[in-house]
Structure formats: structure tokens, C-alpha cells
């Protein structure tokens, strides 16, 4: 019995050992898994909002934007990609953005398409409707007074289908791939505008939004934030926090 154990162990390790003059086994490492692209991560929140990112990330920020301020527009352009690219995709921080109707019934209609377009395209229209700001809402053109008149006594559906008509804000997103019937029918909608006012009242008396942007970091406004460089900071200082 002994000398059968010896054999087997003999037997065993001469196998683990390479004939003399063999080449070496290489072995390949093991390949690494592939990162998260987290700007991929698409999720409307009970609050309104589309949240792009990790849901379990260390830094959650939340801006209430509104489509046809200058400034909003200013972020989006300059300051929303750096974000995205540099603390969003690695799943640092998540992006939340919510729409804030700082300007009436002309930002009425912007937020019934914005809110209207499959949710994998919500942010591509958004940065397109920031990126064209100025052609749209800031050409001279401006409503015929008659027409003014007239939409003093229709409902706001009437008034934010035809300023997002007369804006081209209609057109806009029928280039970018929704049909014309169904934009129509969500400016029609009168329950979205009841809940567009619903949400911006929650906003405003959870956080006491008074302007746009205004950006919510993990639960608590940032005070006198409305641009890249100084968001920056603050969020470097949050990551460095946890």
C-alpha cells in the first residue's frame, strides 16, 4: 500500500515537471472585463427628471435646466460633455436633468417634445435644443400681435403648440427622427402640462428653485453655481469626501 501511494505521488509530480529542453507553457493572462459605459444608463425618475449614469455612484447631481435659457444653454454646450466624459462614463458621478419652466409658455412646448422622444434620445434632443437656442428663440422674428391676442384666451396646450411651431422647435425634433403626428399629440396633452406644473412646484418648494440652472448636489443646492469651472470644484471636492 505504501509503495502504491509513492508511485502515484511519483507519478504525479514528474507530470507537473517540463522535459528537459522544452519551451516554457505561456500562458495568457486572463483579458481584463470590459469598462461600463455608464453614459448609457438611462432612467426617468419618479421626480420628472432622466438620470444618465451610475445609480450607485459616490456623487449624485441633479440640474434643473430650462431649454430656452441662455445660460442653461451656455452649460450644456460647454460645460455638459466635460461632465459626461470625465465623471459620468466611469460611473463617478450620475447626471440627473430635470425640466424647470422658468419662461412660462414659451418653455411649455419645448418640455412636451423633450419629454415626448423615445428615452434613449431624451439627451441628444436636449443638447440639440440648447446647441440651436439662439436660431430658435433668438431670431428677431416675433408673434404677430393679432396672434398675440388671440392666444391670450386659448389653453396653454394651444399656446405652447403654436410658439414651438413658430420657434421651430416642432420641426426640430421631426428632423431628428419623431413623427409629426405624435409630436403633435403630446402638445395636446393636457395632463402633461398639469404634470410639467406639478414637478416644477415640487422643485421649487423641495429646493426653492428661483432660476436656471440650478444644480442639487447629493440632496443639497450648490449656492452661486451656474457654469463648468465652478461646478468643477465642487464636485472634485464631493469625490474626495467619500
Known sequence: ???????????????????VGAAPVQRKPAPRPAAVDWTRTLVRTPEGGVRMGNPDAKVKLIEYGARTC?????FAVEGEPKLVAGYVANGRVS?????????????????????????????RVMEAMM????????????VPEAKGKE?????????????????????????????????????????????????????????????????????KVIPNVFAWDTLEPVLKTALAAK
Not at 437656442?133 to 416675433?142: D, M, S, T, W
Open 70 to 74: 441662455p445660460t442653461c444653454a451656455q
Open 151 to 219: 392666444l391670450e384666451k386659448a389653453t396653454p396646450n394651444v399656446v405652447a403648440a403654436y410658439l414651438a411651431d413658430f420657434y421651430g422647435y416642432t420641426d426640430l425634433v421631426v428632423k431628428m427622427g419623431l413623427p409629426r403626428p405624435r409630436a403633435a399629440a403630446c402638445l395636446a396633452d393636457p395632463k402633461a402640462i398639469d404634470t410639467i406644473v406639478s414637478r416644477a412646484n415640487i422643485g421649487q418648494s423641495t429646493y426653492k428653485i428661483s432660476g436656471t440652472p440650478s444644480f442639487i448636489l447629493d440632496g
Open 1 to 19: 500500500m505504501m509503495r502504491s501511494l509513492g508511485l502515484v505521488a511519483l507519478v504525479a509530480s514528474a507530470a507537473l515537471v517540463a522535459p
Open 131 to 142: 446647441a440651436q437656442q439662439k436660431a430658435l428663440v433668438g431670431r428677431p422674428a416675433e
Open 95 to 123: 447626471y440627473e436633468y430635470r425640466d424647470y419652466p422658468v419662461h412660462g409658455a414659451l418653455d411649455l412646448g419645448p418640455i412636451l417634445l423633450g419629454d415626448c422622444v423615445p428615452l434613449p434620445h431624451f439627451f
